[in-house]
């Protein structure tokens, strides 16, 4: 948990985070965190990867170095850069 003082008062937040599959291959996760060492006053984030590890979209905002919140859906595979495809791996059927 952190505390935090704001305009004169005491904020807490506890971290949390979790993780829900939501198809074979992906995965939603999401993250919420207290104050911190938070460079930025505020920042706003959208980011998509593709044909890269775990490729996917992610969502993070961050406001007055007192919270962050982060979204994030993204592949459990790995990619194959020599065959510019996912790997498959033996445990994996295609």
């Known amino acids: 948990m952190y505390t935090r003082k704001f ?4 904020i807490c937040l506890t971290p949390t985070w979790g993780d829900v599959q939501i198809s074979k291959f992906k995965s939603f ?7 911190g060492s938070y460079e930025k006053n505020f920042e706003c984030k959208l980011r998509l990867f593709s044909k890269t590890d775990h490729a996917g979209v992610s969502f993070s905002f961050s406001m007055f170095k007192l919270f962050m919140i982060r979204f994030n859906i993204h592949d459990h595979r790995h990619w194959d850069f020599e065959n ?3 790997k498959v791996y033996d445990h994996q059927e295609r």
């Open 84 to 86: 510019n495809c996912w």
């Open 29 to 35: 996760e999401y993250q919420f965190d207290g104050p």
């Open 7 to 10: 305009m004169g008062h005491d």
